[in-house]
């Protein structure tokens, strides 16, 4: 025979409790069927009660739609002729409900036993709508008073049971009941004195095991709203998959650690008879599910999964008075029992200086008056302190029972927790080492369960989230670059990239589950209004693990907030010169917190479009060589123009070609001006380890005053048209030396300048093409030959190929 309990989303409505009619009568074999309350309505029970006891007489609205939602599953589930039992039924259930909360509205209490007896209506009403409705299908079925059979102490709200009586109770009226279906309420049971008690918030499941064990069932089934025990809660983690088989303790350990799907105590009686647990989708009965038993398999994998509890408080008991002394322990831990309060975790430093507790919430301030209490002669003497209480914590549990012949779990589980920039309160391991449980702040837990389970169990895909700022020529052809490469990058390098934020100077968009790329364009249209600080505070609360946040703007703004990104553990990459070539101050700030802060904060666009240059330049440094002197032809633009400027073209029509082709920053004074050479230098030579300010480089300007000091952009072509002479003349005389005009760059015993030159045939930036870029270093190892890099230094495919390879890096980490 089997035992079958049905879960509160199972018996949601009508339409699940016909699902549930339709399993039972596929199964053949002999069964006792246990029965959640309807969803929401143990939940609601408690919230009328809550609502009744602080004088507030909305519970009467909700005791009303309770009865209304009762009444309707009736009226759709059961024939007509067979209602009106039921429908009585129902009607003096809320009548009690109704005294008992009229009561506790004026009195302004509701004693605990009294809530039993309300919270058992939930299980009492929806195992009689299965009874009834089975009946009415002419079913060989019994009902049980599964609160006459379950015998438990006095302990209301999570009872303890009297296995021998229960035990007892159970096998007496199994064996002279003749029905193959036999319905019961979960939940419920009763003291030795009568009174109705529970078993505990989810307790339904542990009903089923009781009268499992007791019968010494083949197999007890948790029919529930999901498909089997996953590893890890699904709802927080969208990539958790069913555990096919599990062991006892295993499942056991997830399910104490908070993995919902079973109710913790429910193994305990079915483990001692060795009867395996099926835990089954309602709504996909085709699903395997999971099995749980205690037989050991060779899974690769060392984690079975992870699970977690919120709304944790951590109480520490610190001071000399601790150290060498026998006994404090066990008076703490008595203080904290006398109380009822569970502690869910321990941990003492070996100094034996400080105690630190976890224990629900919901405990706290008992826990610390009950504490405070107990050692309140060694407070008053100093010798302790007062226990402190830090609220908002959680546990992560992670699980397996292999976990025990594994080394270095633990460091795998620390430091992926660490890169996530996720601070660990507390740490504790069982020698068992079936389980290694951290406490860590709770604004942390989707993080640190989605950063674990990837570690574990994603066959080492790493996700990336990308935030992304800019989407003209750059950050476009960006967008478009990853949505070609998504594949690949998947299938080749194990790296997921999801796109979670978009936004440009109008609006933004935001979708944690991946932004549609095929069609961000129309969605940024429709998104809201774009603001820098709502960007950031979304960022903050979204908390992804693997989180990168890409600037393709050339925005002021933009490049002043990196540090709020950096400091959330957010990596920064950016084509954006402005904040690199900032005060000296800021960009050594920005590098302290990247490396503080574990977020990676990468710019390499920032010279040279995609040209490694900055990576080069790094590698150069990190192995310990020294720049002596840089010489470069930086500007792309710059090249294209003086490339493609002769007589038979005006210079301002070149310039207008160059903004046209993407060679241009969006403003070309900043190109012409040499403001953009001068920015990119710069970071070459603080790469290299030197400190220095922009308005150090001297800067000997090309363009007429006019030019110059031109405000607007028409106004700047304007003037370039009406210098067209002064442009011609630089020319000429470049040609008649047989030279060629390049913008250079130059840095050497600690100065830089940056201008246009007259460059000979011989020289190695003679020949340089287009848009290309050139940089020479001059190093210690580099002494006779320079290095070269010389290739594309503009365009908005080298540019976001640049930025892409940034970003693949940050998956490398
Ligand atoms: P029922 O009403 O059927 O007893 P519960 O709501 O008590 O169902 O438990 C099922 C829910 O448990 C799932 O919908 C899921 O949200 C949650 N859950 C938490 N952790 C896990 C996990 N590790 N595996 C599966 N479900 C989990
Ligand atoms: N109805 C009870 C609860 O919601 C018991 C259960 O569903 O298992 O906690
Ligand atoms: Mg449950």
Redesign the pocket.
Known sequence: MKVLKF??TSVANAHNIMKVVALLEKCKERKVVVI??LKG???ALNEAINKSQSHNDKYEIILKELYQKHCDVIVQVIPEKNQEAILEKVESCFRQIDNLLKGSFYLGELSPKKKDFI?AF??ILSSRIVYEKLKSEKQKVAYWDAQELIVTNSNFGNAEVNFELTDYSIQYYFERCQADIIIAP??IAKDQNGNIT?L??????YTAAIIAAALDADQLEIWTDVSGMYTANPKIVKQAKPIDHILYREAMELSHFGAKVL?APTIQPVLNKNIPVQIKNTFEPEAIGTLINNKKNDSINPVKGISHIGDITLITVEGSGLIGVYGVSKRLFGAIAKEKINIILITQASSEHSICIAVSENDSLKAKAAIDEEFKYEIKQQKIKPSLVENDQCIIAVVGENMKNHQGLSGKIFSTLGKNNINIRAIAQGASERNISSVIDKKDVKKALNCLHEKFFEGNIKQLNLFIAGVGNVGSKFIEQIQQQKRYLKDNLKINIRVIAVCNSKTMIFDQDGIDLNNWENLLKGGEMACIDSFLSKVEELNLRNSIFIDNTADNQIASVYQHFLKQNVAVVTCNKIACSSDYENYVQLKNLSLKYGAPFLFETNVGAGLPIINTLKNLIVSGDKVNKIQAVLSGSLNFIFNHFCADYSFHDIVKQAGNEGYTEPDPKIDLSGIDVMRKILILIRESGYQMEIDQIHNESFLPKEVLEAESINDFFKALEENEAHFKKLFLEASSKNCRLKYVAEFENGKAKVGLQLIEKEHPFYNLEGKDNIVLFHTDRYAEQPLLIKGAGAGAAVTASGIFADVIRIANI
């Open positions: 879960g509160g959640s309350a309505v143990t939940d919270l939930g299980e979960g939940f529970t505990g918030r989810g307790g339904s499941d109710y």
